[in-house]
């Protein structure tokens, strides 16, 4: 608005967009009175405007515009914003409650009574999006508390009061989008903006009808140009809306028709006939002509029984089907002779409770210049004006990603209700996980989750927002949208079911065994990339055939597993022993040797990753070429790729040399001390451990993500899940904060 104050408040510009003139009015609201300082009527130079809607938005802004200049020269300010109100052929009202509860009673204050307002609005657009079966979009431009509710107990003003509960019923009412667009565009063409919009009844009915005569069931009829809209009251509220679209432009059409004349020389004949005199007018061929008024009425009864005949049917339907106790009719359409008269007819109600209202009810008004205009026409825009002070019911245009958006301002508008708007999918919004991997493992599905993407990138006006961030008329509004991680990749050796080897033991030693994994008919070893919808078998045993293959030995004599004679399709589970002779061991390998050689332990796992007790271990190839002198000659060969361990008796000397830790380390399930995000554990049971081990003794779930992904750490450094853990090491695990 213009930031001029007259009394104590600013100046408001209200605009009457109507189907045959466009009326400004300025003025200011003081102690309950508004102060009227400037008029302004235009008509349109063409039909710009039909049945209350724009047809050429071009048009229609040159007159807004000249409109503006006009008042502006008047006042000496300068005008930006305006508040404006919609008709419309179709014209759609929702009724619905809204409830707003608190934690604890308080005291009801204005702040809260808008909140609740808004929610019934959001509630109404929900419920209207149910009913709309129309395929048009539809905006609602304007709303009415119908009653309100405290703690469940009607109540005619919240505010002051103290209350748990609060609720109100609000009627709300929805125009299609072309129509609010049309109006929004030609508003900006002429340089303004717009601070207000709300329904044309509900702008007339804030003059015609105060809030002390709406205990009556009363009826507002404005008769414009191209629609006539109306409202109902009962009970102190506004209780329904309508509108039909005929009104004063049907009249002058059959004047059109009937006296062959252009459009404007028609208005003038209709407007004139309300009185006594000749009518004088030039037809379309430039003959001078004249009309009785009598006559001219004549032509119009047909056209006004209609339409006093459709605006009766309305009143009675918004009312529930029955008549009002009075109507008050205003309009420059109105005041054809005769349009009173016959509505009073059609509603059975007496002709002198049909009445037009005009300077009488504008008792609250004033008029600061003597010339002004006080008549019906008047009524609907001095209404625009006040409901600005009424309500807020606007639209704001931003940028989304280079798109011109319309948002319905509620007050509350982010970043996200603009995203909304253009339907952006949720998932360019947030993080995107890569495609998962879906395998199964002995039967059962298992799952491994894709990487988690980057999230979307928001720019409000170029600097960093979210989605949370209020957004407002004007702003530009960039999104990038979010990316998908890397798609899921896992590996056989990252498989619980295979970091464990199978302990049996050979002959009362302890050997480990790695786990053998099937997948479809194929053996794979941990090296295998997993891939979409893998069959995995992951035995939980050997056959003695394949455990005397992995050892590279061959034996002549029985082998007896716990104890009971074995074959070679004999399975051998966990813990089992399997017994055999030494001395027939196969390939020369004699008593006396297998008692003082043992293979060094490799410094390097095989590609198989598979650590066997090294006593037997042997490489087939090479014992064919050595004979027994190479054999004696073993001990202290230091150009071998194995060293020579001493036999049982000098073990101890041997353990010194290689290092005793490794040889613990290697000598079975043993415990190992750790802490874990500060808290001590011991892990048991195992002869090696890995990091993802840990979760066996953490509470921690991956299946439901508090954060972008995991970070794992041993001793402060990053690590892998299959990382090796040796005792005494400090592991942290915890989510990366999104």
């Known amino acids: 608005m213009a930031n001029v104050n007259r009394g104590s408040d600013n100046l408001v510009f209200g605009l009457d967009i109507g189907t045959r003139s466009i009326v400004g009015t300025v003025g200011y609201l003081l102690k309950d009175k508004f102060h009227v300082v400037g008029q302004c009527i235009k008509e349109h130079e063409t039909r710009a405007m039909l049945d209350g809607q724009i047809h050429d938005i071009m048009k229609v802004g040159g007159t807004i515009k000249a409109v503006k200049e006009t008042l502006e020269k008047q006042l000496s300010v300068k005008l930006s914003d305006v508040c404006i109100a919609a008709a419309g052929r179709v014209l759609r009202t929702i009724t619905t409650t809204a409830e707003l509860s608190f934690e604890a009673e308080k005291e009801v204050n204005a702040e809260d009574i808008y909140n609740l307002l808004m929610e019934g609005v959001e509630q109404a657009y929900a419920d209207f999006a149910k009913v709309n079966d129309s395929g048009l979009k539809f905006y609602c431009v304007g709303y009415t508390p119908m009653r309100y509710y405290m703690n469940g107990y009607q109540i005619g003003n919240l505010e002051g009061h103290k209350a748990s509960k609060i609720s109100c019923d609000l009627i709300a009412t929805f125009l299609p989008d072309d129509v609010v667009d049309g109006l929004y565009k030609a508003v900006e063409l002429a340089g303004l903006q717009v601070s207000n919009m709300t329904l044309e009844p509900i702008a007339a009915i804030q003059v015609a009808i105060p809030e002390k005569f709406r205990m009556l069931n009363l009826a507002l009829v404005d008769v414009g140009a191209g629609t006539s809209d109306i409202s109902i009251t009962s009970d102190g509220t506004i209780v329904a809306y309508g509108m039909i679209p005929t009104a004063g432009d049907s009249l002058t059409e059959i004047i059109v028709q009937n006296c062959l004349v252009e459009f404007e020389t028609a208005e003038m004949i209709k407007r004139a006939a309300d009185g006594d005199e000749m009518i004088e007018y030039s037809d379309i061929l430039g003959l001078p002509q004249t009309i009785e008024p009598g006559k001219v009425l004549e032509m119009l009864d047909a056209k006004l029984e209609e339409m006093t005949d459709m605006v009766a049917a309305e009143i009675k339907r918004l009312n529930g089907d029955k008549s009002v106790s009075a109507v008050f009719v205003v309009g420059g359409g109105g005041t054809v002779p005769g349009y009173t008269e016959k509505l009073a007819a059609k509603l059975g109600i007496v002709k002198e409770r049909v009445a037009i209202r005009g300077k009488e009810v504008m008792q609250s008004i004033e008029f600061e210049n003597e010339d002004a205009h006080r008549d019906s026409l008047m009524v609907t825009p001095i209404g625009i004006c006040l409901s600005y002070y009424e309500q807020s019911n606007n639209f704001i245009f931003v940028q989304f990603n280079g798109q011109r958006l319309k ?326 695990i915890y989510w990366e904060k999104r």
């Open 407 to 732: 948002l319905y301002d509620n007050g509350k508008l982010t970043v996200s209700d603009a995203a909304m708007q253009v339907s952006l999918p949720n998932e360019d919004l947030f993080p995107k996980r890569g495609k998962a991997l879906t395998f199964t493992v002995n039967g059962k599905s298992r799952m491994v989750r894709g990487e988690q993407g980057e999230p979307c990138v928001i720019k409000l006006n170029k600097e960093p927002a979210d989605l949370y961030t209020s957004i407002g008329s004007g702003d530009n509004i960039e999104v990038i949208p979010s990316t998908a991680g890397e798609d899921a990749k896992a590996s056989l050796g990252s498989l619980k079911e295979m970091s464990e080897p199978l302990h049996i033991v050979v002959n009362g030693k302890t050997v480990s065994l790695p786990r053998t994994a099937v997948v479809g008919d194929e053996i794979k070893n941990e090296f295998y990339e997993i891939t979409d919808g893998d069959d995995i078998t992951i035995d939980n045993f050997y056959t003695v055939s394949q455990i005397m293959k992995l050892l590279e030995i061959s034996v002549s004599s029985d082998i007896l597993v716990n104890g009971t004679p074995a074959n070679d399709n004999t399975k051998v589970y966990e813990d089992f022993t399997v017994d055999f002779n030494v001395e027939d061991i196969i390939n020369g390998i004699s008593r006396e040797s297998e008692e003082s050689e043992e293979s060094e332990e490799s410094g390097e796992e095989s590609k198989e990753n598979r650590t066997f007790d090294d006593s037997y271990k042997t490489d087939s190839n090479k014992k064919t070429k050595q004979d027994s002198s190479e054999k004696s000659t073993k001990q202290g060969s230091a150009d071998k790729s194995s060293k020579q361990e001493a036999s049982d008796k000098s073990s101890k000397q041997d353990d010194a040399e290689n290092g005793e830790d490794k040889t613990e380390e290697k000598s079975g399930p043993h415990d190992i001390n750790i802490i874990a995000n500060g808290d001590p554990i011991t892990m048991k049971g195992k002869s090696n451990y890995v990091f993802v081990d840990v979760f066996d003794y953490i509470d921690f779930d991956l299946r439901n993500p508090a954060g972008r992904s995991v970070i794992t750490k041993v001793n402060g450094l990053e690590a892998a899940y299959m990382q090796e853990l040796h005792d005494g090491d400090t592991l942290e």
